[in-house]
């Protein structure tokens, strides 16, 4: 199975930085990349997919980038909603797998 | 407005089973591929199983398959999940999740415990 390592596993920051996430595959996943957002409470939403296609109704400070075996999931400028875990998947190879989360809490 | 809706969930004890079922609206169900996805208490997410959008492939994770069986009724609109033989650590949140994973459920809590 395709293990995914998330780092960092917290960041701590303030609103309007910016934040880099980072997923690395154990064997390449090409673009069959996704990464969600999950609030205590909620469902995890999806964010990204392929990688780096936007879910409809996502904004614009967030972005994914990369393919093969890194990736990376960019906020451009921190809003007060988006401290939550995010958590990559790949979609490449079954089993289906994610990654361990990385918490983005504020500083 | 995409709706999906977990029901079945609840305490069993260890060896037993328990169904899970998933309500879906407002889209045609008949459509789209499947999936369930765990998550334990404090822990990340584990995909559980997929099924496609006519219910002929299945797959599952290996660590459920021959436990757990996913399966599906297209003219209810609704997606299931048997998981027999539980064990204290299936203790989670389920989730089903549709398609490229657009959309989830709100989650159903299953607690095995004694």
């Known amino acids: 199975e395709i293990v995914l390592t998330q780092s960092p596993v917290t960041l701590s920051l303030s609103p309007g930085e910016r934040v880099t996430l980072s997923c690395r595959a154990s064997?390449?996943?090409?673009?069959?990349l996704a990464w969600y957002q999950q609030k205590p409470g909620q469902a995890p939403r999806l964010l990204i997919y392929?990688?780096?296609r936007r879910t409809t109704g996502i904004p614009a400070r967030f972005s994914g980038t990369g393919s093969g075996t890194d990736f990376t999931l960019t906020i451009s400028s921190l809003e007060p909603e988006d401290f939550a875990v995010y958590y990559c998947?790949?979609?490449?190879?079954?089993?289906?797998?994610f990654g361990g989360g990385t918490k983005v809490e504020v500083k | 407005e995409v709706h999906l809706v977990e029901s079945g969930g609840g305490l069993v004890q260890p060896g037993g089973s328990l169904r899970l079922s998933c309500a879906a609206s407002?889209?045609?169900?008949?459509?789209?591929?499947m999936n369930w996805v765990r998550q334990a208490p404090g822990k990340g997410l584990e995909w559980i199983a997929y099924?496609?959008?006519?219910?002929?492939?299945?797959y599952y994770a290996d660590s459920m398959e021959g436990r757990f069986t996913i399966s599906r009724d297209n003219v209810n609109n609704s997606l299931f999940l048997q998981m027999n033989s539980l064990r204290h650590e299936d203790t989670a949140v389920y989730y089903c999740?549709?398609?490229?994973?657009?959309?989830w459920g709100q989650g159903a809590l299953v607690t095995v415990s004694s």
């Open positions: 392929d990688a780096s």
């Open positions: 999740a549709r398609g490229i994973w657009d959309y």
């Open positions: 998947q790949q979609r490449s190879t079954w089993p289906l797998t």
């Open positions: 099924i496609s959008s006519s219910g002929v492939i299945e």
């Open positions: 407002g889209f045609t169900f008949s459509d789209y591929t």
């Open positions: 064997q390449s996943v090409g673009t069959h």
